[in-house]
């Protein structure tokens, strides 16, 4: 790909252009595009956006919930990009209206980017290329980008690296998970959903979440828990205006602007560390990986391996 295509394609990209926004990321997912030429070029611009984590147990309520929260954002004049990682499937292709993602609300909306993302073994990094697709969606002008995990241990902690704000969802159900939650992960939460709340027991989910967070010892300033139901709309409405405020504020949010800069570092650290493994593995020094054979297995250390194939310059 030429650099003249590529400048062609972010112009429009910036511009909102729907086309140009899909190849942008299918390039970078496809290594037809250099990542580090689009960021390069869009990096500086990705600032306006409020990236949302959004994550919780499978079925929670997730994807529901962006799509309640889409039109009443939209009402604000804000626009929306959507992305919605699924760790279980392989990936689609980058179906834009992913079939688990339930987010209809966007359709014929310029200003509504939905994607759902399956994660491809070989792709590695899924969190990583969310974080370059937010990037994309902030250059062409999205206001808030929701990014939708489910949360399975590790991957509250990849989502709420790449985002400003984590929001965890749970569900009246959720009780027992609650108590078993270590406090690492409750630290992450900016926001705390308690979704279904048309079923019973959404008070005492709610109750809990506070009883933890008031008896953690750190200062964790103050976190919103919302009681919400996209069955009959309770506490939407509210949990919306609440985004669009942080929206309005985010430059004076100071625990945010800690956030970009841990993840400035930190992604500074992932591309050394790649550059570093990628410099490392000369095809002489891969060779020598390659002639291990049955004499090896009992006779050497991996260690011994490693010196052998360090010093083989
Ligand atoms: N009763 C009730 N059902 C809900 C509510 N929100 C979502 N659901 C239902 O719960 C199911 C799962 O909803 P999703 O929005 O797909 O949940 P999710 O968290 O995105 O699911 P995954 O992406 O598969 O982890 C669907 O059948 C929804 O209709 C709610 O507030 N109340
Ligand atoms: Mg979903």
């Known amino acids: 790909m030429s650099s003249k295509k590529l400048n062609e394609i972010l112009l429009k990209a910036k511009n909102n252009d729907f086309l140009s926004i899909s190849n942008l990321m299918s390039g970078i997912e496809n290594k037809k595009f250099s990542r580090?030429?689009?960021?390069?070029?869009?990096?500086?611009e990705t600032f306006n956006a409020l990236k949302?984590?959004?994550?919780?147990?499978?079925?929670?309520?997730?994807?529901?919930?962006?799509n309640k929260l889409i039109p009443l954002i939209r009402e604000s004049n804000l626009s929306v990009g959507v992305l919605a990682v699924d760790p279980s499937s392989p990936i689609t292709g980058g179906s834009f209206l992913g079939d688990r993602v339930r987010i209809n609300n966007a359709i014929n909306d310029d200003h509504v980017f939905v994607r759902s993302m399956g994660s491809r073994a070989e792709l590695g990094g899924i969190t990583e290329l969310a974080e370059d697709f937010s990037d994309i969606l902030a250059y062409s002008g999205k206001d808030i980008i929701f990014i939708e995990t489910v949360g399975v241990?590790?991957?509250?902690?990849?989502?709420?690296?790449?985002?400003?704000?984590?929001?965890?969802?749970?569900?009246?159900?959720?009780?027992?998970?609650?108590?078993?939650?270590?406090?690492?992960?409750?630290?992450?939460?900016?926001?705390?959903?308690?979704?279904?709340?048309?079923?019973k027991d959404s008070n005492l989910l709610v109750k809990s979440i506070n009883n933890i967070l008031s008896s953690t010892k750190k200062d964790m300033g103050h976190i919103p828990i919302f009681k919400t139901s996209c069955k009959t709309d309770e506490g939407i409405k509210d949990f919306a205006d609440s985004i669009v405020e942080m929206f309005h504020s985010m430059n004076e949010n100071e625990k945010i602007k800690k956030k970009q800069i841990i993840r400035l570092s930190r992604r500074i650290e992932s591309i050394i560390e790649k550059d570093l493994i990628k410099s490392f593995w000369t095809e002489e020094r891969k060779s020598i990986l390659n002639d291990i054979d049955t004499n090896d297995l009992k006779s050497v250390s991996p260690y011994e391996i490693v010196e052998k194939i360090k010093g083989s310059l």
Not at 36 to 44: F, G, L, T
Not at 182 to 194: C, N, Q, R, T, Y
């Open 36 to 44: 580090s030429e689009v960021s390069r070029n869009i990096y500086k």
């Open 153 to 199: 241990g590790q991957s509250e902690y990849s989502v709420s690296e790449i985002t400003d704000l984590t929001t965890l969802v749970f569900v009246p159900e959720s009780g027992d998970e609650i108590q078993l939650l270590k406090a690492g992960i409750l630290e992450l939460a900016d926001i705390f959903v308690v979704n279904k709340s048309d079923r």
């Open 52 to 66: 949302i984590g959004i994550t919780g147990p499978p079925g929670a309520g997730k994807s529901s919930l962006t």
